[in-house]
């Protein structure tokens, strides 16, 4: 159980463009979800905080109108990369909480962005 | 502010030997929750162990246990019988209960040679 799944695990885009990458929780209903990223051998940098139904919780430096989420259901959060640049190129993490989960999170197996 | 410290960048050691990954952690809350994750070069997140600050005694499972020193706010990762499969990198974090926000450690890199 707890499984938690990313869409694409690849994408390759051009400067300007915008991505979108899906985070879904498969068999648990998600009250939180959050968002990472990560950069070569380093440490997991939390980006934003996402609850069901409500404005996601950004933390301080990420830009709120590049990197726009939404957590539209229990299952489902989207992390949109807008007006990608070169420097977006990273290593993004979803996890996902629920209400059981005894602040346990569980994590997607990213998606690697590469923008040209 | 909160912190997690992990000092060892790499650690390296023979396959079917113990190994001690090392982690402190600074809160002034007494509540929260301790966590070794490990990350393949899959880059999967995988939860090792979990430990409760609430709880002497020490987590365990299977080959991994942890050496949790609450008022030295230490919490060490042990895996005994090293497999090559233990190869990846170890990140030890901390959830305090007041904002339910993971604090991560800088990492470790364990490699198991055979």
């Known amino acids: 159980g707890a499984v938690v799944s990313q869409h694409p695990s690849r994408v390759i885009c051009k400067s300007g463009t915008s991505v979108k990458i899906e985070c879904r929780s498969l068999?648990?209903?998600?009250?939180?979800m959050f968002w990472y990223r990560q950069f070569p051998k380093k440490s997991l940098m939390l980006m934003a905080t996402?609850?069901?139904?409500?404005?996601?919780?950004?933390e301080q430096g990420v830009e709120k109108d590049k990197f726009l989420i939404n957590h539209a259901s229990l299952t489902l959060s989207t992390l949109t990369v807008t007006s990608a640049h070169p420097e977006d190129s990273s290593f993004y993490i979803c996890?996902?909480?629920?209400?059981?989960?005894?602040?346990?999170?569980?994590f997607g197996p990213g998606t690697r962005l590469t923008v040209l | 502010a909160q912190t997690v410290t992990q000092s060892q960048p790499e650690m390296s050691v023979q396959e079917a030997e113990t190994v001690t990954l090392s982690c402190t952690y600074d809160?002034?809350?007494?509540?929260?929750?301790l966590f070794w994750y490990k990350q393949p070069p899959s880059r999967q997140m995988i939860l090792v162990i979990r430990q409760e600050a609430y709880k002497q005694q020490n987590a365990t499972e299977n080959r991994f246990s942890v050496n949790f020193q609450k008022a030295a706010k230490s919490f060490s990762l042990k895996i005994s019988d090293s497999q090559l499969g233990d190869t990846a990198m170890y990140f030890c974090a901390c959830l305090m209960d007041s904002n339910y926000q993971l604090i991560w450690g800088a990492g470790t890199k364990l490699i198991i040679k055979p």
């Open positions: 996890s996902a909480e629920g209400a059981s989960s005894y602040n346990e999170q569980f």
């Open positions: 068999d648990f209903q998600a009250t939180t």
């Open positions: 809160t002034s809350e007494n509540n929260y929750y």
């Open positions: 996402s609850n069901e139904g409500s404005k996601a919780t950004y």
